[in-house]
């Protein structure tokens, strides 16, 4: 019941900009934390950034200052604003939902979309 598409990905220059974007739908509720991650072949899922219900963030070490996370209550919509961009920022960039209360948490993940950074 909850379906999460990303979009925003694509070929960009080192030093450039991109803005992913995530569209979330379905049984959305009780909402902990919206954010992106990215995955490298071969290596284990990353966070890039994090907004929690009450709008605490978080950061890579490796992104920090180079990107923003940013939501949209009303349209269920989140987004990572990304400039100074770098080969290492080369991934597939997933955004993921986290549901729960008390009692319960659960992740729901979006297919992905690829940044490559190269000259």
């Known amino acids: 019941q909850v379906q999460l598409v990303e979009s925003g990905g694509g070929l960009v220059q080192p030093g450039g900009s991109l803005r992913l974007s995530c569209s979330a739908s379905?049984?959305?509720?009780?909402?902990?934390?919206m954010g992106w991650y990215r995955r490298v072949p071969g290596k284990q899922r990353e966070l890039v950034a994090q907004i929690t219900s009450s709008s605490t963030t978080n950061y890579a070490d490796s992104v920090k200052g180079r990107c923003t996370i940013s939501r949209d209550n009303a349209k269920n919509m989140v987004y990572l604003q990304m400039s100074g961009l770098k080969p290492e920022d080369t991934a597939v960039y997933y955004c993921n939902v986290a549901l729960g209360s008390p009692n319960y948490r659960n992740n729901y993940w979006g297919q992905g979309t690829q940044v490559t950074v190269s000259s």
């Open positions: 379905g049984n959305i509720f009780n909402i902990l934390a």
